[in-house]
């Protein structure tokens, strides 16, 4: 160990960092009433029991400002008077939400110069008295108590725990930390408490991390109202049958990201029941049996993006507060197999992308989903695999989406989104079984991505009979409608009578078992690639595409089994009276002629 600086002293004014006043008699303390002082009998009333004061919390403070009380009670304790002057925060009767703590009162102020280092109760012995520790604490290896920092009430630097044997960690004294606090690989700590924690620093980016503590089912910090940097808490309790209790009473904002992964015995996240701010991210992932984030319902601002993924049993997240998300703030919720309730019902912007996956609910009623106030998506959007969700009732307002709208392999019946006007190519709707209609009656922008094999792709939607593209006039790329319809009900409404151009690529029409006529493209003029109509069983007409006259690539028509040949026929002679000279395939199709 390092060769250490001691310095002691004695204070009659009052103790540094909040430590006990020890130097006055205590008739003093109550008529005069002591700044910064420790403990219920000073000059300050507080609930709960302080470090060496009275269980009850009643004695009266003095007629100046009196120190703050001590560790927050137990529930049963009684608060304590004011006094005449204004004493120290203290807590309510019943609840015991105690004023900042201090020092027992048989603690003299002093101070230890420099890092200990302490691998055995022996060595953190030489701590026993100090209250304040200019520099960081670090406990490892056979440290099985903390008796000897009974009297700590601020640390300059950080607290460090790693593979110790405790079993507690309780430092009610404690109230400040300059650096971070970092508890990592102590298997057999099941409490971690800081009654009277007020303020905390940084260190490498993070100022609280709990990790790979196996046998942890309690964190308290009920006093800290923020941090200046992120919460970490990973890695923990998968040794207990204990559920966690966390305890941050009013912590309000993190100054970092706040981060809950792979918490074995979190159920539920009420153990933040005023935090409004994250000045991060919010994840919360991989923890098995977290079952609600209804305790989140206050959140307003995450300057980050959020992600929740790998919940299995979460049932419930309400964020119906939250507001605000970071510039390039996205949105996640994957792996949610218990899934019933997700309320976002604020929110205006996603400026990133927002991707919905691997979603059901374990009752089997319908997905209840509340994004009512969902104006604009700043990347792509994807639903993917999300069972239990009938339709996109919750995305009414939704009106830009700056990327690629996704939906593939769930078990939507309408793809409804009658207010998008605007997306970035590619618009994928494929491998949904039960969808019958696509409602994209607003639509009038799609912009390009060269990188996109298809600008706007239909394909695998065996009981799709309704298409309403209505406004859209142009199709920056590839346009296809495939495999569909051999489960429909009705016969294909297709609407996209305000189109005209297919910019860059093809029109392709194949598989599609409902589809009677062409229509819904009857305003289409200009075809920039090919154009192939092939293997449509129920098409037997081409008239909808009287308008067509510049086609720059090959037409394709065959194997229509109820389309007259006549009917490729005549379009092919349309295409080469405008001056048309590319190849026709024709074959497959009804002998008739036409009439």
Known sequence: MSRKTWVLFLSTLGALGGAASCGKSESDRQSNGDNGGSSSVGGSVSGGSSGGGGASGSANGGTSNGGSGGDAGDGSVTGGTSGSGPGGEGGAGGAGDGGSGGAPDECEAATFQGDVTASSDAELAVLEGITRLEGDLVLRASVSNVRALTCLTSITGNLNLAATTLTDLELDALA??????????????????????????VDAGSSLTLEYLSSLAALHVPRLAQTPAGLRLAELGWQTDEALVLR????????????????????????????????????????????????????????????????????????????????????????????????????????????FSVVSSSKGAPLALDFRSLETVGASMELYTVFNLENLDAFQSLATIGGELRISQSEIVRANLPNLESVVA????????????????????????????????????????????????????????????EEAAAPLTLNATALTTIGDASLSLAFVSNLHDLSGFSALRFVTGGLSVYMNASLTNLHGLEELTELEGDLAVFSNAALPTCEARWLEDQLQMSGWSGMATISGNLSDTCN
């Not at 508890?183 to 905390?200: G, Q």
């Not at 922008?445 to 094999?453: C, E, F, I, V």
């Open 248 to 355: 941050f009473d009013r912590l309000e904002t993190v100054g970092g990201t706040l981060q809950l992964d792979h918490v074995a015995n979190l159920q539920s996240v009420d153990g933040f029941p005023r935090l409004a701010a994250i000045q991060g991210n919010l994840w919360v992932t991989g923890n098995g049996s977290l079952e609600t984030l209804d305790g989140l319902a206050g959140l307003q601002t995450v300057d980050g993006s959020v992600d929740v993924g790998g919940n299995l049993m979460l049932r419930s997240v309400d964020l119906a507060s939250l507001t605000t998300l970071g510039p390039s703030g996205a949105v996640s919720f994957s792996n949610l197999g218990a899934l019933e309730s997700l309320d976002l019902r604020s929110l205006v912007e996603i400026p990133g992308s927002f991707r």
């Open 176 to 201: 400040s930390i300059g650096g971070a606090i970092t508890l990592r690989e102590n298997a057999t700590l099941t409490r971690v408490s800081f009654p009277n924690l007020t303020s905390l620093g």
């Open 426 to 485: 590619p618009v994928s709707i494929i491998y949904n079984p039960l969808l019958r209609s696509i409602e994209l009656g607003s639509l009038t922008t799609m912009l390009p991505d060269p990188s996109a094999a298809y600008a706007l792709e239909l394909d695998r939607l065996p009981r799709l009979d309704s298409v309403d593209l209505r406004a859209l006039t142009q199709v920056p790329g590839a346009f296809s409608l495939h495999n569909s319809g």
